[in-house]
């Protein structure tokens, strides 16, 4: 695309005269010709650095370059280093900006004909741009593609994208982390439109933040992905750069959504030391985000490493979940009667066991819990003097909160006996 430019460049200067250049819609240089007469500090930055500085970006948004439709005229502002006069005019596909075409006053008046090629320039330009525009496009989604392979069941997929990603420059070798990230919604269920594109926004904008060929990004229909790979890096400088940018990531999902930060949350998977173990990682890290929505005790940013049984827990099935629950707990737990019952167990089991502080943190008196808790025996048949009846209930109240038929309620109003 910028080779392309500058041979239209090099045409129309030549055709005109006269120095020209093209900037895109940032104001970041793209290509120009020779000078044929003077030129401003302006330029010459421009020139050297293949950028301007903000003042000068909020000089020409003030002369309304952006919403021109023809050519304008840039009037000088000595104190941004514009000396001299500037004629543009906008490159637009479709009414979309792509950029500008500019000719500096220096090089003396700006006729009719001058116009006419001007508008010529920035017609063409529009082309050469706009088919970049569609490449880049193209390329994304092929590394998108071969991003959806790397995470397949297939093997042979994984190894044949891990090779794609690296031969064709979209990703460089080295040890990966992966992050997910979940908004709202509940799992595999496809997310509105709007919630999508903010979380393929945010997912992007955290992708920038790496060096290029270090982050990749996929977004599926409930959640999305982002792929970071730490070349040389060990495992213990992975985690925590993959923390850092976890939180960065809730942030940016925070500022699209507009919901707060108890709509959204990030799983970070463990490293992995090649690029085709991704699968590992991305599981981890979805498992990861997932019981952190559900449980929403955990947090909005949460490590899989940090899941404790809730890690093991959440590889099993909905069936083998509801198999594994204690069958004197099971009534208690689908019986909506029995909430306070079933927070009160889980107060008092999440405390170790210490009646005094699960009293306190229940607000209720310490004879209160003790009635409470021996309800609870006669409902379950459990006893929470023996250790493997306690771990049974424990255990039971962390399976069900992952398991959607049997909400573990927390937060219900005290039992009445």
Not at 92 to 119: F, K, M, Q, T
Not at 304 to 320: E, I, R, S, W
Not at 399 to 409: C, Q
Request: aromatic share 4%; charged share 25%.
């Amino acid at each position: 695309m910028v080779s392309e430019l500058q041979r239209l460049v090099d045409a129309f200067g030549a055709r005109l005269g006269r120095s020209i250049a093209v900037d895109d819609a940032r104001l970041k240089l793209l290509a120009y010709n020779a000078h044929t007469g003077d030129v401003d500090d302006a330029r010459i930055e421009s020139v050297m650095h293949r950028g301007v500085s903000t003042a000068l970006v909020a000089h020409v948004s003030e002369q309304g370059a952006a919403q021109a439709s023809d050519v304008f005229t840039l009037p000088p502002c000595p104190r941004i280093g514009i000396t001299m006069e500037r004629v543009g005019i906008p490159i637009r596909y479709d009414d979309a900006l792509l950029g500008y075409v500019w000719l500096i006053g220096s090089d003396g008046p700006v006729g009719d004909r001058d116009v006419e090629l001007l508008r010529e320039a920035a017609a063409q330009a529009a082309l050469v741009l706009h088919r970049g525009h569609l490449g880049v496009d193209v390329t994304r989604s092929h590394a998108r593609e071969l991003v959806r392979d790397l995470i397949a069941p297939d093997q042979a997929l994984r190894t044949q994208a891990g090779v794609a990603l690296v031969e064709e420059e979209h990703a460089v070798a080295g040890p990966v982390a992966v992050l997910v990230a979940m908004v709202g919604g509940e799992e595999g269920e496809p997310l509105a439109e709007e919630r999508r594109l903010a979380l393929e926004l945010a997912v992007d904008r955290c992708r920038r933040r790496l060096p290029p060929s270090r982050g990749l990004a996929l977004t599926r229909p409930d959640h999305a992905l982002l792929l970071t790979i730490w070349p040389g890096a060990r495992s213990q400088v992975i985690e925590r750069n993959a923390a850092e940018l976890a939180e960065v990531l809730r942030e940016k999902l925070d500022a699209e959504l507009g919901l707060g930060r108890a709509a959204c949350w990030v799983g970070i998977g463990g490293p992995r030391p090649r690029l085709t173990e991704a699968l590992s990682s991305y599981e981890e890290a979805r498992r990861a985000a997932e019981v952190a929505r559900i449980t929403g005790t955990l947090g909005h940013v949460v490590a899989h490493k940090q899941l404790g049984v809730y890690a093991l827990l959440g590889k099993l099935t909905p069936d083998q979940l509801a198999e594994g629950i204690h069958p004197g707990l099971r009534p208690l737990l689908a019986n909506p009667a029995h909430r306070g019952l079933v927070e009160t167990l889980r107060v008092y089991l999440d405390h170790a066991g210490d009646a005094q502080r699960a009293a306190t943190a229940l607000h209720v008196h310490r004879s209160t819990l003790y009635k409470r808790l021996h309800r609870v025996e006669q409902l379950t048949g459990l006893r929470l003097d023996v250790g493997d009846d306690r771990l049974a209930a424990h255990l039971g109240l962390k399976t069900a909160e992952l398991h959607p038929r049997l909400p573990a309620s927390t937060h219900a109003p005290d039992v009445v006996f």
